[in-house]
């Protein structure tokens, strides 16, 4: 079965620190694995996908995440956080019917001055 | 740039109204979701349909019909809106080309309330 787990409903880091938004997978096959943002009463932007090759994809606004195959995990990363991060995160994988996301419940990320 | 627009971004309704929410792209897409999105459950995929009058049913269609008349458009119905049924709603689009590696493509969501 196809799922996405982000255990951490809320994160908060001061701005100028590194952040990290957890995501753990299963996935029948090759993982296909996506991060999205979602700012208040909008719909998601894309933010960066994992396909093949590197295990470290960089994506916009300076976003990265770090595909580790061993613990079925794609954490997002960002060296150093702005407060216009503050946003809702979401994680996806694509299952084998490609055409269906699996999401996860998503993680706020709040980013102090 | 890949355009999704829906129809309304808030909508209020009273229980037994039939509801419609639209959604366009530009972008000739083939395939054109339905989600709704509450608090701590992420995206459910209520429908999707990966061309012109056809559609397949996702996780919680139960209470929704989908109609697909034009590529471009893609009608979430509620036949008989209910108070379970408030939520935000947002419509995405993919093109089938690139398989699994194609992101989706999301509109800016509508805000249903059933009262």
């Known amino acids: 079965a196809q799922s996405v787990a982000q255990p951490e409903d809320q994160v908060n880091v001061a701005e100028g620190n590194p952040l990290t938004v957890k995501c753990t997978y299963s996935?029948?096959?090759?993982?296909?694995l996506f991060w999205y943002v979602q700012y208040p009463n909008r719909g998601l932007q894309f933010l960066l996908k994992y396909i093949t090759g590197d295990n470290l994809v960089k994506g916009s606004y300076g976003f990265e995440a770090e595909f580790n195959k061993s613990q079925t995990s794609f954490h997002l990363k960002k060296p150093s956080a702005l407060v216009s991060d503050s946003a809702l995160y979401f994680c996806a994988v694509v299952g084998y019917n490609f055409n269906k996301f699996y999401f996860g419940s998503g993680t706020k990320l709040n980013v102090k001055p | 740039d890949v355009k999704v627009t829906q129809s309304s971004r808030y909508l209020v309704k009273r229980t037994g109204e039939k509801v419609f929410l639209e959604c366009v792209q530009d972008?000739?897409?083939?395939?054109m979701f339905w989600y709704r999105q509450d608090p701590g459950l992420g995206l459910r995929l209520i429908y999707f349909?990966?061309?012109?009058?056809?559609?397949e049913k996702g996780d919680i269609p139960e209470g929704y019909s989908v109609s697909r008349e034009k590529k471009e458009r893609f009608s979430l119905i509620l036949e008989s809106a209910s108070t379970n049924q408030t939520s935000m709603y947002l419509c995405?689009?993919?093109?089938?080309?690139?398989?699994?590696?194609?992101?989706?493509?999301f509109g800016p969501g509508t805000r249903l309330l059933v009262l």
């Open positions: 349909s990966y061309d012109v009058k056809m559609k």
């Open positions: 996935v029948s096959g090759n993982p296909y």
């Open positions: 995405a689009s993919r093109p089938f080309s690139g398989g699994q590696q194609e992101t989706q493509y």
């Open positions: 972008m000739d897409h083939e395939n």
